[in-house]
């Protein structure tokens, strides 16, 4: 049901604005997995001559707007860490406007708390430039920006933004109006969960304004409880909308005299975080959806990932149970696990693709998965890519929106790669290792293919996966170490393709473990952590045993008759 909150007793009826929108850019649609584009080669502008575009920033999907009213999230321009790189929209009509109504606003992220903000200018000539003050309200993050009173009225105006400091900028949604403004102010919106279980937790949602107290509100949320401050009789505060279901998207409404802002928040997926090192074999239901287990959440909407039935095989990493499919549409997935900001970090992985139907031309790319700082994982720091060569690919590495490097090999359709994905926060070098001989593969081991991260991550803790081609994954791997990582506990054992269950699994601390084959035979029953450590064996008749394993993961061996089998062990 719809919850409406109204802050102070007033008819709605009335509340219009007289602001009029004249110009409105919001850099087109290009998101996370599209490459960054140059200005000059660009062409999804909302305008053509006399207006024109140019400078040295690139045109990003890679952090959406988000948190301000009416953010139109993916394209934006990315003004990155360098000195001097800028942007200029020129040609623009402010002529049929009084100067002393114009309000030129944007929405302005800022990477990380410095002292230095984007420079603003605008020109009458296109030659000489006048500077413009911005206030920010936050350190960093996205938040929507008003400049009123100052603009002049003419028939081609140009507005110049330049990177003046070593951190990262985003521009979007440059909008001019004319008319008086809404004095309520909204920045930067967070959403946090409440809880982080295997259930169904709630989250809320942080509003924060200033310019309030002026006159009366109305709120209106399709979710939750609207609770905190009042921005019709407060100044500055934090509206909060709490206790909304996770994984629910929630739409805002504040409306008053001249105000109507809008929101849609997508609901964050409230999933716990798991310890590394962390290992997935994709042993699922088959056609399951993946975020039904693991801690695995959905990025974004569209179609679900499958588990696929049987397992990928590859002589440098056993394989058991099933797999992951990806399709080249619908929902992304991800999940977390314990944030790293020093050392190493690396993912493991067997890797096929059935088809490149997405890729039309020759040469394109798209990334397939990546690693996400743990508090955005819109922020993908280290990438990887296939890339179109006839009917066979490459795999490409990159950090961020840098271009990707690419492998010197090509590699057929449908056979199965082993592929290992690293970074090195000592040296900013994102790495990658395809099919290593993993008998003497070591930390010291070059990899196939280095790039240096041109941006720094505050650390990792998520992995993410992409549907933008048929492929299918199997047997992961997270760990700080690449002995780690390439280290199965399926090696040198002889796996058998015959079925046995353990129960109850997930299993609770010190309680009993149940184990029954087809032959109910006596049985060999092994336990290792997720190091390759042994940390449980005992010769069972009866098929129970009572292994008092921490919290994690694990993996059992049980040997009956002389074959022996792998399953997957969570203990809560």
């Known amino acids: 049901m719809k919850k409406f909150y109204i802050m102070a007793f007033i008819s709605l009826s009335f509340l219009k604005g007289t602001a009029q929108q004249f110009f409105f850019e919001n850099f087109g649609t290009l998101t996370a997995t599209d490459q960054e584009q140059s200005i000059s080669s660009y062409n999804g502008f909302q305008y053509g001559p006399p207006v024109s575009y140019a400078g040295t920033a690139k045109v990003s999907g890679a952090v959406n707007s988000i948190g301000y009213g009416n953010a139109s999230g993916f394209g934006n321009i990315h003004f990155e ?11 623009i ?19 990380s708390a410095s002292d230095s903000d984007i420079t603003l200018e605008y020109s009458t000539n296109g030659t000489n430039f006048t500077p413009v003050e911005i206030n920010r309200l936050n350190d960093s993050g996205w938040e929507a920006v008003h400049i009123n009173n100052i603009i002049p009225s003419v028939s081609n105006l140009t507005v110049r ?40 937790d709630t989250y809320t949602a942080y509003i924060p304004f200033n310019g309030g107290g002026t006159q009366s509100y109305g709120i209106t949320t399709s979710s939750g409880t609207i609770m905190g401050d009042n921005p019709s009789t407060q100044e500055q505060g934090v509206i909060q909308i709490v206790n909304v279901e996770e994984g629910r998207t929630l739409n805002v409404n504040i409306v008053g005299n001249l105000c109507d802002y809008g929101y849609t928040l997508a609901g964050p997926q409230c999933k716990p975080e798991q310890q590394i090192p962390f290992y997935d074999s994709f042993d699922y239901t088959a056609d399951a959806s993946l975020t039904n287990y693991a801690g695995w959440a959905s990025i974004m909407n569209g179609g679900i990932l499958k588990i696929q039935s049987g397992s990928l095989t590859h002589p440098s990493m056993p394989s058991n149970g099933n797999s992951l499919k990806l399709n080249n549409s619908g929902r992304d997935a991800y999940i977390k696990f314990t944030p790293t900001s020093s050392g190493k970090v690396f993912a493991s992985f067997i890797f096929s693709v059935e088809s490149l139907a997405t890729l039309l031309a020759e040469g394109q790319s798209t990334m397939v998965n990546a690693f ?54 000592s040296t900013n070098n994102v790495m990658a290792w395809i099919n290593p001989n993993v008998s003497t593969i070591n930390d010291n081991t070059p990899p196939a293919i280095t790039a240096v991260s041109s941006v720094t991550p505050a650390d990792f803790g998520s992995f993410c996966v992409y549907q933008n081609v048929v492929s299918y994954m199997d047997e992961l791997k997270i760990g700080t170490s690449l002995s780690v990582v390439t280290t199965s506990i399926l090696a040198n054992n002889a796996v058998s393709a015959k079925e046995f269950t353990i129960s109850p699994n997930p299993l609770t601390g010190g309680n009993v473990l149940n184990i029954q084959s087809a032959q109910n035979g006596t049985k060999l029953v092994a336990i290792y952590d997720m190091m ?16 008092q394993l921490s919290t994690g993961l694990y993996m059992v061996k049980v040997t ?4 022996s089998t792998v399953k997957k062990l969570v203990v809560n």
């Open 532 to 547: 390759g450590k042994q940390v449980f064996t005992e010769t069972t008749a009866s098929g129970t045993i009572a292994p």
């Open 372 to 425: 996400s700082e743990s508090q955005n994982f819109d922020r993908n720091t280290l990438r990887m890519y296939v890339q179109k060569i006839g009917n066979d690919y490459k795999i490409g590495i990159s950090s961020g929106n840098d271009a990707p490097v690419y492998s010197t090999e090509t590699y057929s359709l449908n056979e199965n790669q082993f592929v290992i994905v690293g970074y090195d926060f």
């Open 161 to 200: 933004f330049t990177q003046t400091s070593g951190v990262s900028f985003r521009i979007d949604d440059l909008r001019f109006r004319t008319g008086l403004e809404c004095p309520l102010r909204i920045s930067t919106i967070s959403r946090n969960c409440n809880d982080n279980t295997t259930g169904t």
């Open 560 to 563: 009956e008759n002389n074959v």
């Open 81 to 91: 860490p360098s000195s001097a790189q800028y942007l200029t929209i020129s040609g």
């Open 93 to 111: 009509n402010t002529s049929g406007y009084s100067s002393d109504l114009i309000t030129l606003s944007f929405g302005y992220f800022k990477e």
